[in-house]
């Protein structure tokens, strides 16, 4: 980790309002969801992020409490047609969503087909109008510095309120420099969230040190039980 963004000061209260508290394993049980809700709750995370298909159930059990509802969209692959990905997203915002994760269509962007990528973003984003949150998922690990830049300039220009790094699942997370690249592209008037491989409050504050404006993990607990205040109070 880079050395630099490894001392930024945060307290755990503070990180939680950072942390989107994710489950997307295909074998998530609904006591993993009523987990992931109780969690959430008690340490005031800033959202859950789940499947589409658990939207309705962790709204219901949030339902009355200030922490959002996230959902995925073309998750994890983000090949599938746009107008399947408008149509998850609209039975997500249905069933409670306020924030929407998805994944563009990498073989597109890596294709060069960029009038797809654009199109892809814009049609979930007419179908998720504010005060929805719409982050693009652009799949760092598979891409080349050019291609993320261009992924970034696509996700600002179609109307997306944040970039992210990683669904976790193709092998790679988020790392400093990506983050620190992302948030060069896109400038303060859009969001960076970090996800995939932070377990810890050291990461998740270097990641933010670096310009991450949320972090997405499993491991929320343990990042807020990992940050300095807690184990020294």
């Given at each position: 980790m880079n050395s630099a963004y490894t001392n930024?000061?945060?307290t755990a209260a503070e990180m939680a309002k950072y942390i989107d508290h994710t489950l997307l394993k295909p074998d998530a049980t609904f006591d993993g969801m009523d987990k992931l809700c109780?969690?959430?709750?008690?340490?005031?995370?800033?959202?859950?992020c789940v499947n589409s298909g658990s939207v309705a159930y962790v709204s219901c059990k949030l339902r009355g409490h200030c922490v959002d509802v996230c959902s995925v969209v073309g998750f994890p692959l983000?090949?599938?047609h746009t107008s399947t990905k408008a149509f998850e997203a609209e039975k997500a915002i249905e069933d409670g969503a306020q924030e929407l994760d998805m994944v563009l269509n990498i073989g597109a962007l890596k294709s060069?087909?960029?009038k797809t990528v654009d199109a892809d973003i814009r049609t979930v984003r007419q179908v998720s109008e504010s005060p929805v949150v719409l982050k693009v998922i652009i799949e760092t690990s598979l891409l080349t510095e050019e291609e993320k830049i261009r992924a970034c300039e696509i996700a600002k220009k179609a109307g997306a309120d944040f970039v992210k790094t990683s669904t976790g699942f193709s092998g790679g997370g988020a790392t400093i420099e990506d983050v620190v690249l992302m948030r060069?592209?896109?400038s303060p008037?859009?969001?960076v969230k970090a996800s995939g491989g932070i377990k810890d409050f050291a990461t998740a504050s270097a990641m933010i040190a670096a310009g991450a404006d949320r972090i997405g993990a499993?491991?929320?607990?343990?990042?807020?039980?990992t940050a300095p205040d807690q184990?020294?109070?």
């Open positions: 930024f000061p945060i109780e969690e959430a709750i008690k340490y005031r995370f800033k959202a859950v983000g090949a599938m060069g087909d960029l060069s592209v896109v008037t859009m969001g499993g491991a929320g607990v343990t990042i807020i039980t184990i020294n109070r």
